[in-house]
């Protein structure tokens, strides 16, 4: 991506120099549609259209923000989602697709895994990957939860049967067992199941406050 990197650079460069230049918005939304082709995210570049279209929120266009946002909840456990809604404009938020987001972002950090699946269908979603960064964010939370857990209740948390959950569990390093999947040992999972047995934590109860306290 020699040409996402050059554009990448010319734009960081900008970003100081141009940051009260309108002419400047319609570089930084072409950059976005580039971001999207590419597979790669630039935070910065996205607050910066993100702050023209706060103060100018005639100019917001709606469908340049969802891909925004979209881009931004796939980096999930970051907080690049928080930051993004936090500067843009009530109108775009009332948006019914942004509105949508919002609430699947909530249900995400909530890990109401089960649900978020089910709104997904009726979701608006511009990006490529979205999905797989999904099912990212969730294997996150349920290896630094879990040591154990039952095919069936990971073919719910993550959306998937079969062979491709078995290659999931083998792409996580985690392990099929005849009393389940065996997630390695590390500093989260032990310490959420810390002083508790195993099948007595309720998952909706654990996995947020795991995902709030950094998964990293």
Avoid at 38 to 49: F, R
Avoid at 149 to 168: F, N, Q
């Amino acid at each position: 991506h020699a040409r996402t990197a050059a554009m990448s650079s010319s734009i960081a460069d900008q970003l100081v120099e141009r940051r009260f230049d309108m002419t400047f918005v319609p570089v930084l939304e072409a950059y976005v549609e580039e971001q999207i082709k590419t597979g790669t995210t630039d935070l910065d570049a996205n607050l910066a259209l993100l702050r023209f279209y706060q103060y100018s929120p005639s100019i917001a266009k709606v469908d340049v923000a969802r891909k925004i946002l979209t881009k931004a909840l796939m980096a999930l456990p970051q907080n690049d989602f928080m930051l993004c809604m936090f500067i843009v404009p009530p109108s775009v938020q009332a948006d019914p697709s942004i509105v949508q987001l919002k609430s699947l972002a909530d249900k995400l950090e909530s890990c109401f895994f089960d649900k978020v699946w089910a709104e997904m269908a009726s979701v608006k979603i511009d990006v490529p990957g979205f999905e797989d960064a999904v099912r990212s964010f969730i294997a996150g939370v349920i290896s630094a939860t879990f040591t154990l857990i039952t095919p069936e209740e990971l073919s719910t948390y993550l959306k998937v049967s079969g062979g491709d959950l078995d290659k999931l569990v083998a792409k996580y390093g985690w392990e099929k067992s005849a009393d389940g999947v065996r997630i390695p040992r590390n500093d989260k999972n032990q310490a959420a199941a810390a002083g508790v047995k195993q099948e007595a934590l309720s998952f909706e109860h654990v996995a947020p406050i795991v995902v709030a306290s950094g998964m990293q």
